[in-house]
C-alpha cells in the first residue's frame, strides 16, 4: 500500500516494505512476558477496599477481623501510607491538589481506594478486604462539569480554593478584528463524553526489594514517562533504587498505563513486607478506581466566516472534566495547541481552556492527548459552516485546507507544520470511496427508507513528542527537553544488537528498530537483536507518547548506526591507507571504490576492532558500540508571553470518508463503507502502521456510538463492567480500506512522521459528520457522543419524523 | 465456611495434569498459576472479552466463567497447544503473522482459539462468519481488518502448509483426546 | 474478582442432587453452564455456600423428539440445539432464539435451562418458552416432580417459581404439527449478543393461501419477565398478515407492557423498539416460502 511512486519511498531496502514484526513469534504461541506472567517465590497479592460514595469524610477504619485471616500479611490504611510518601502532584501549578495512592481523611470519589489488603492470594485477600469495615460520613458532592464551575460548588479540594484546576485564556492573533470583518458568526457547542482506550489488559505491578542490594525492581504494564523516577521519588528511594523491567510486554496501553499510585502501593507494601507484592487491577478496580478514564469535554465554539466560506477566526471555550485528582491529565488541553486549527488556514483564534475537577473517578493521557476531541469539535463547526453557507462541505474544506506548497506553515499558536499535502490525501481518500459510487449507495439507501449520509473529517495528528505545552501551563516548570536514546553494539562475532529504554505495548518497536539499524548498516533486520532496557541500565527516553517513537527511537537508532557504519569506515579507511571518500559502504562490507579487490569485510573489520588495537586508528575507542541520545526536532523553546510554542515537530494527517445509515424505526446505526487517507511520511514499517490506524478506527467507533462512562447523579458509575461499557467487536467494526499517501517531513532520518494516535483522531469526528449528515435529511443534529440509538431517537422523535404510528 | 479442596485431573495440551485445588479456582487461574500456562490471559473475569478463551474437548469456551473443578476429566487445548510441533506454526498462526493481526498481543490467544474453533468448524469461511466466529473476542489494538485477513489467507486453498505432514493443524494428537468422558 | 469460598458437590445421580438440595436450601446454588453464575460469583453478586454441579448427570442431558413435545434435558448445551437439523425441523423458533444467545463461547457450555432457571428479562430462551406455552420439570426430594407452564414460571427479573429445594430437570416444549410452520426472532441491543433492550418472538402457522392458521407471539426486554400475548395471538387466526395489521397487534401488545429504563434505553424507546420487532417477526414469519422453513430475520 507504500506509493510506489514517491521517490522518497523507493530509496530504501527495507524500510517500507512488508515483514513480518518480529514480537509476532512469541505472542502467536502464547509466549509473551506480560506482567502478570511474572512469577517469584513467596508473591503476595492486593485486593483494593474502595470507597462506595463519590464524597465522604472516614470516619473510622477497623481492620483488625481482615487482619486476623490466616495468610493476611497486611492490611494498610492511607494514614500510614501518606506519611511514609510524598505526593502525586499534578501537571499544573496546584500542589494542593495531591494524590496518593490511598485515601486519608476523606474519598473524593466512588472507586477510590481507601484501603490495601495483603495476602497469600488475590482470592484470600479480597476476602479479608470484605471484613475491612470502614465508617464513612457522606458530604456535599458534585457531579456535573459546568456546576462544579460555580463558586458555591462543593469543592473537591478545598485547599485548592476552587474546582477549577487551571484556566488560561490564550489570544492568538487579531481574534476580535477578524470576527468584526466576517460576513458570518456561527456558534455551537460539542460534546466530548467520557471515554477511554481501556485497553484488555488491566494494569499489573509487581515489586521485590532486595535489603542487601537496596535495590526496588518493578515489573509492570507501564506506559509512562519518567515513570522509575517519580516512583522513586514518591517512595523517596534514590533514583537508582529502582530497576523497572523494561522487556515487560504491554498488553494495549493507548495513553492510559501510567499507574503510579498502584505502583507506589505495592512498592511501598514489597519493602516493608520484605515479599514480592503484585497487584494485579481486576477489571471493576480498573474502570472505577484505576484513573485511567478520558477526556471529558464541552467545547462552545464560534466561527467567523465569509460568505465564499473562508474561515477567518475560531473562539474556542474548552471545558475538560477531569475527575477528583489530577495527573497529566490538565495538560490534555495542551496538545491540541499545536494543531489547534486543524489543517486549515484559519489566521488566528482564541482558545479559553479549563480543566475542572469533580467528584468522579480521575482521567489520565489517552491516544492523542486531547487532539480527538478537538478534532471532533473543529470538524464539526465546519460542517455546520458548510450547511449554513449551502456549500458542499467538501469543497468547503477544500477551500480552507492549507495547501502543499504552504508548508511550513506556521499557526496562530506558534507551531509550525512541518509538511504535507491534505487535498491530495482528500482527493485519494475520495477516489478510494469511491465517492461517486458511496453517493449512489446513499441514495439507494434513502430509497429503502433509510436514513443515510456521508460523513467527511480532515484532521491532523501531530507527532513527535514535546514537553512544550508544560511550561504553556505553569510558566514554574521550565522544561524543554524530550528526547531517546539507543545503543547499539556489534559484538565480538559479528552480530548486532540494539537497546532501547522504555516499554513497548503493541508498538513492535523491536521491528521499527532492527529495521532502521539494517537500512543503515545493509544487514539483514532479522538479523539485528533488540532488547528492552531496565531503567538501571537503560539511556533515556520519554516513553512511546505522542506518537513519538518512529520518529525519536528510529531517529536514535539510525543515529547509533550511522556512527557505527562511520567508526567502521574510518577503520577501513585507516588500514587500507586511503580517505574515506575513496571507500564503498556495501552490505556491511568495504572496499576502493576503484579497486574493489583491496577490500575489508565485515568479520574483518569486527576483529579489527575488538582484538586488534595495533591496526586501530589512534584514538579510536576500542570495541564497536555506539549510542545516540537526541532532542526532539525543533524542541528546546520556552513558550512566549502571549502562549506562542512550538509544540509537536512533525505532522501527519487523515482523511476519513464513511458512509453511514440509521433505521429510523430503531435508530440503529449502521456503517456501510469506511475509507481513511493517511499520510504519515514515510513509513518504516506499513503493516505496523496500517495494524495502529484500524484500531484508532475501532477506538474512534466506540467513542462514537457506544463508549462512556456513565455516572448517576449520586456520582455512582454506571458503566463500571464490560456488560455496560461497550467496546467494539469485530461485529460492529467494519471494513476499513487505508490508501497511504507520503509527504516526508523534512525534520527526520527518513522523512517519517509519527502515525501512533493515527484513525482515532479523526475517526470519530467522520462517524459523526455521517451520522448529522443522515439527520440532516429531517433537519435534525446531533452535537453530543456518544450518538447512542437512544440519542439518536430522541431527536428522530423530536423532529416528528416517523413513517409509521408508534406507541 | 467450609471449601474443601478438590483433586482434579485435566488433560492439558495433551498432557494429564493432576492438581488439588480450591473449588473456586477459574479454569483460567489453574492454567496460569496453577500450571504455568500462562499464554491465555485474563481481561475481565466476567465472559465477555473472550481473552481467556480456551477449547474444551475442542470448542471454545470462556476460561473466566469456569471452575476448573467443572473440566475435570476433560481435554484443555490452550494457544500453547495449537502449535504443531517445536518450531512450527500452525496455519492460521502462521497467517496471524503475515497479515499482521496483532499488536500487543493481549487478546491473540484467545483469538487464535476462536478462529481454530471456526476453521475446524467451516473451512472456507466467508466474512461474515468470521466475524462472527470472533464476535466474542475483544481487541482493542487492531480493528479486527487484519485479523479478519489471517482467517481469509489461513483458508485459502494452497496456503502454504507450514505444519509437518500427518498432523493435523492446531489439534491435540489423537491420544490425547480419546477416552474423554461426555460432560 | 474472585469468587467467595464454597463447596463444591458434583452430583452424582439427579437423586442425589435432590438430596443436596435438601439439605443445603438457599444456601446452594445450582452450577450448569455457569456462564450467567459464574460471572455473578466472580463479582460477588452470589455467594452459595455449595455450588452443585448437575453438568454430568446424563439423565438431564437427553433430548427426545417425541410427536407433540421435544423433551430436553435441563443441561443440554444450546449449541447443540442450535447446530441440530432436527431442531430445527420441529422447534424452529428456539433454534432461532438461540443464535441471539451471546457468543459462540457461552453457547458452547451455556445449558437451555440454565438460561431458564437464571430468568434474565431480556434473555431470548425465556421468550421463546412463554411464546411455545413450554412446560418445565421441576423436582425435589421430598415433592417429587412438578410441571410448570412457562408463564407461571417466570415471576420476576431473576425470579422463577423453583422451590428452595427444587432443580429444574427439563423441559417440555410443544411441537406444531402440519405444514407451514414458520417462526422468526429478532432483538435489538446495543452490539451484537448483547442482552436485547427489546425482543419479539412469533410462531405461525400459515396455509397455502397466506391465510394465519395458528399463531403465538410475545416481547422480552421490556417487563420483569418475557410476556407472550395469546389472546392478541388469536386475532391473527383467519388473517393474511401485511404490515399495517402487523404494526397494530404489535402497538396493542406494547401497550399491554410497563418497561423500565436503563443505561441504554429508556421506557418510551423500549416500547418503540418492541413494536417495531414484534412488527418485524409477524412480517418475516408470515411471508410466502417453501413448507416447513423458519426464516429467522437476523437484524442487522
Known amino acids: 500500500m507504500t506509493d510506489p511512486k514517491h521517490p522518497a519511498c523507493n530509496t530504501f531496502k527495507y524500510i517500507g516494505r512488508r515483514r513480518r514484526a518480529v514480537e509476532h513469534r512469541r505472542f502467536v504461541t502464547g509466549q509473551g512476558h506480560y506482567a502478570a506472567d511474572v512469577t517469584l517465590p513467596g508473591l503476595l497479592h492486593i485486593a483494593i477496599v474502595a470507597s462506595p460514595y463519590a464524597s465522604a469524610r472516614i470516619v473510622s477504619i477497623d481492620i483488625s477481623r481482615a487482619m486476623s485471616v490466616p495468610g493476611v500479611h497486611d492490611v494498610l490504611t492511607g494514614e500510614e501510607l501518606t506519611a511514609q510518601i510524598e505526593p502525586m502532584l499534578p501537571g499544573v501549578d496546584a500542589p494542593k491538589v495531591a494524590r496518593y495512592p490511598l485515601a486519608t481523611g476523606v474519598v473524593r470519589y466512588a472507586g477510590e481506594w481507601v484501603v490495601a489488603v495483603a495476602a497469600d492470594t488475590r482470592a484470600l485477600a479480597e476476602d479479608a478486604a470484605e471484613m475491612v469495615m470502614i465508617e464513612y460520613e457522606q458530604t456535599p458532592h458534585v457531579i456535573d462539569t459546568e456546576a462544579a464551575m460555580a463558586e458555591d460548588a462543593p469543592q473537591v479540594h478545598p485547599d485548592h480554593g476552587s474546582n477549577i484546576i487551571w484556566h488560561r485564556k490564550f489570544t492568538w492573533g487579531a481574534v476580535d478584528e477578524h470576527f468584526a470583518k466576517a460576513d458570518h458568526q456561527l456558534n455551537y457547542r460539542a460534546r466530548w463524553a467520557r471515554s477511554s482506550t481501556v485497553p484488555i489488559e488491566t494494569f499489573v505491578a509487581t515489586c521485590l526489594w532486595s535489603d542487601t542490594t537496596q535495590i526496588l525492581d518493578v515489573w509492570a504494564s507501564i506506559q509512562m514517562p519518567k515513570y522509575p523516577d517519580l516512583l522513586a521519588k514518591c517512595l523517596r528511594l534514590p533514583g537508582n533504587s529502582v530497576r523497572v523491567h523494561f522487556d515487560v510486554d504491554v498488553g494495549g496501553s493507548y495513553g492510559v498505563k501510567r499507574g503510579l499510585k498502584h505502583s507506589i502501593l505495592v512498592g511501598y507494601l514489597a519493602k516493608k513486607l520484605g515479599r514480592p507484592v503484585r497487584f494485579l487491577e481486576d477489571r471493576l478496580e480498573n474502570m472505577r478506581g484505576g484513573d485511567m478514564q478520558g477526556p471529558d469535554r464541552i467545547f462552545d465554539v464560534s466561527l467567523a466566516f465569509d460568505s465564499d466560506g473562508t474561515i477567518r477566526s475560531m473562539r474556542m471555550r474548552a471545558v475538560d472534566d477531569i475527575g477528583a485528582y489530577s495527573g497529566r491529565s490538565p495538560l490534555q488541553l495542551g496538545k491540541p495547541v499545536g494543531a489547534i486549527v486543524g489543517p486549515y488556514r484559519i489566521a488566528s483564534v482564541e482558545y479559553d481552556a479549563y480543566s475542572v475537577m469533580t467528584n468522579k473517578t480521575p482521567q489520565e493521557a489517552v491516544r492523542g492527548f486531547g487532539q480527538a476531541p478537538t478534532n471532533y469539535a473543529i470538524e464539526t463547526g465546519i460542517d455546520k459552516v458548510a450547511r449554513f453557507l449551502g456549500i458542499d462541505r467538501i469543497a468547503l474544506r477544500r477551500k480552507n485546507l492549507i495547501g502543499k506548497d504552504e508548508f511550513p506553515y506556521l499557526i496562530p499558536s506558534g507551531t509550525h507544520y512541518d509538511s504535507g499535502d491534505y487535498e491530495t490525501v482528500l482527493d485519494k481518500s475520495l477516489s478510494a470511496a469511491s465517492f461517486e459510487v458511496i453517493e449512489q449507495q446513499r441514495d439507494a439507501l434513502r430509497a429503502q427508507g433509510l436514513l443515510a449520509g456521508i460523513g467527511i473529517s480532515t484532521c491532523l495528528e501531530p507527532s513527535g513528542g514535546n514537553s512544550a505545552f508544560e511550561p504553556l501551563f505553569n510558566a514554574k516548570n521550565e522544561t524543554t527537553t524530550w528526547m531517546d536514546s539507543c545503543l547499539i553494539r556489534i559484538d565480538l562475532n559479528g552480530a548486532v544488537t540494539a537497546l532501547m529504554g522504555t516499554s513497548t505495548s503493541g508498538q513492535a518497536h523491536e521491528t521499527l528498530v532492527s529495521t532502521v539499524v539494517g537500512e543503515i548498516l545493509h544487514i539483514e533486520p532479522d538479523s539485528v537483536r533488540v532488547l528492552h532496557a531496565d531503567s538501571l541500565n537503560a539511556l533515556p527516553s520519554n516513553s512511546p507518547v505522542g506518537s513519538r517513537m518512529a520518529i525519536m527511537l528510529g531517529g536514535a537508532a539510525a543515529g547509533a548506526a550511522k556512527i557505527l557504519k562511520s567508526k567502521l569506515l574510518a577503520i577501513a579507511a585507516h588500514n587500507l591507507g586511503v580517505s574515506e571518500d575513496a571507500l564503498t559502504y556495501e552490505d556491511g562490507n568495504i572496499f576502493i571504490r576503484d579497486e574493489p579487490g583491496r577490500r575489508l569485510d565485515w568479520t574483518a573489520l569486527v576483529e579489527i576492532a575488538h582484538r586488534q588495537y595495533h591496526r586501530m586508528p589512534a584514538g579510536m575507542e576500542p570495541g564497536l558500540q555506539e549510542k545516540f541520545c537526541w532532542e526532539v526536532p525543533t524542541g528546546g523553546q520556552l513558550p512566549t508571553e502571549d502562549g506562542r510554542v512550538q509544540t509537536y515537530p512533525c505532522h501527519s494527517f487523515e482523511c476519513h470518508v464513511v458512509l453511514a445509515s440509521i433505521d429510523p424505526d430503531t435508530a440503529k446505526t449502521t456503517l456501510h463503507r469506511y475509507v481513511v487517507g493517511h499520510d504519515c511520511g514515510v513509513m518504516i514499517s506499513p503493516d505496523v502502521v496500517h495494524g495502529m490506524t484500524y484500531g484508532g478506527v475501532a477506538h474512534g467507533l466506540g467513542a462514537a456510538l457506544l463508549e462512556k462512562f456513565a455516572y448517576s447523579d449520586e456520582g455512582q458509575l454506571l458503566s463500571g463492567t464490560f456488560m455496560d461499557y461497550l467496546l467494539p467487536s469485530a461485529q460492529e467494526v467494519p471494513s476499513i480500506t487505508i490508501v497511504d499517501h507520503c509527504t516526508p517531513s523534512p525534520l527526520t532520518v527518513f522523512g517519517q512522521k509519527g502515525s501512533g494516535e493515527a484513525g482515532y483522531l479523526g475517526s470519530p469526528a467522520a462517524i459523526a459528520s455521517a451520522l448529522n449528515d443522515a439527520l440532516s435529511t429531517v433537519d435534525a443534529s446531533i452535537d453530543e457522543l456518544p450518538m447512542t440509538p437512544q440519542a439518536i431517537w430522541r431527536v428522530l422523535r423530536n423532529a416528528s419524523f416517523s413513517t409509521k404510528e408508534t406507541a | ?183 | 474478582m474472585k469468587a467467595a469460598p464454597f463447596e463444591y458437590v458434583l452430583a452424582e445421580s439427579l437423586e442425589h442432587a435432590l438430596e443436596c438440595l435438601d439439605q443445603y436450601g438457599t444456601d446452594a446454588r445450582i452450577l450448569a453452564g455457569g456462564q450467567s453464575l459464574v460471572p455473578m460469583m466472580a463479582m460477588r453478586l452470589a455467594r452459595p455456600s455449595m455450588l452443585l454441579d448437575i453438568n454430568r448427570l446424563a439423565e438431564l442431558n437427553q433430548v427426545n423428539i417425541h410427536k407433540d413435545v421435544v423433551s430436553m434435558g435441563a443441561t443440554t448445551r444450546q449449541r447443540t440445539i442450535e447446530d441440530n437439523a432436527q431442531m430445527h425441523e420441529a422447534i424452529p423458533l428456539v433454534r432461532d432464539a438461540l443464535r441471539w444467545v451471546g457468543h459462540i463461547q457461552t453457547r458452547n457450555r451455556g445449558t437451555i435451562g440454565g438460561s431458564l432457571a437464571h430468568a434474565d428479562p431480556s434473555a431470548e430462551l425465556p421468550l421463546a418458552a412463554v411464546v411455545l406455552d413450554a412446560t418445565l420439570r421441576l423436582c425435589s426430594k421430598t415433592d417429587g416432580q412438578r410441571m410448570v407452564a412457562a408463564q407461571d414460571f417466570f415471576l420476576g427479573p431473576m425470579f422463577t417459581a423453583t422451590g428452595e429445594a427444587e432443580c429444574l430437570t427439563s423441559i417440555d416444549w410443544p411441537v406444531w404439527k402440519g405444514n407451514g410452520i414458520r417462526a422468526a426472532f429478532d432483538e435489538a441491543a446495543m452490539r451484537h449478543g448483547d442482552f436485547a433492550m427489546a425482543s419479539a418472538a412469533c410462531q405461525l402457522q400459515i396455509d397455502e393461501n397466506g391465510i394465519c392458521l395458528r399463531a403465538a407471539i410475545g416481547i422480552g426486554g421490556l417487563d420483569g419477565v418475557p410476556l407472550a400475548f395469546p389472546e392478541l395471538a388469536q386475532q391473527l387466526i383467519g388473517q393474511r398478515i401485511d404490515e399495517p395489521i402487523a404494526r397494530e397487534l404489535a402497538q396493542c401488545a406494547v401497550q399491554q407492557t410497563e418497561p423500565g429504563s436503563d443505561l441504554h434505553a429508556d421506557a418510551a424507546f423500549r416500547r418503540q423498539l418492541a413494536v417495531v420487532m414484534l412488527s418485524r417477526v409477524l412480517l418475516s414469519a408470515s411471508l410466502s416460502r417453501p413448507n416447513g422453513t423458519t426464516l429467522s430475520s437476523i437484524h442487522e
Do not use: W
Open chain 2, 1 to 183: 465456611m467450609s471449601s474443601p479442596p478438590v483433586t482434579i485431573e485435566i488433560k492439558v495440551n495433551g498432557l494429564l495434569r493432576a492438581q488439588t485445588v480450591e473449588p473456586r479456582t477459574t479454569l483460567v487461574d489453574f492454567l496460569r498459576d496453577h500450571l504455568g500456562l500462562t499464554g491465555t490471559h485474563v481481561g475481565c473475569e466476567h465472559g465477555v472479552c473472550g481473552a481467556c478463551s480456551i477449547l474444551l474437548n475442542g470448542e471454545p469456551v470462556r476460561s473466566c466463567c469456569m471452575f476448573a473443578v467443572q473440566a475435570s476429566g476433560m481435554s484443555v487445548t490452550t494457544v500453547e497447544g495449537l502449535v504443531p510441533e517445536r518450531g512450527c506454526l500452525s496455519n492460521i498462526q502462521d497467517a496471524f503473522c503475515e497479515t499482521h493481526a496483532l499488536q500487543c498481543g493481549y487478546c491473540t490467544p484467545g483469538m487464535l482459539i476462536a478462529c481454530h474453533a471456526l476453521i475446524d468448524h467451516t473451512p472456507q469461511p466467508d466474512e461474515v462468519q468470521i466475524r462472527e466466529a470472533i464476535g466474542g473476542n475483544l481487541c482493542r489494538c487492531t480493528g479486527y481488518q487484519q485479523i479478519v485477513d489471517a482467517v481469509k489467507l489461513a483458508t485459502t486453498p494452497g496456503y502454504q502448509n507450514r505444519k509437518k505432514p500427518g498432523v493435523i493443524s492446531g489439534q491435540p494428537s489423537q491420544e490425547a483426546i480419546k477416552e474423554i468422558s461426555n460432560d
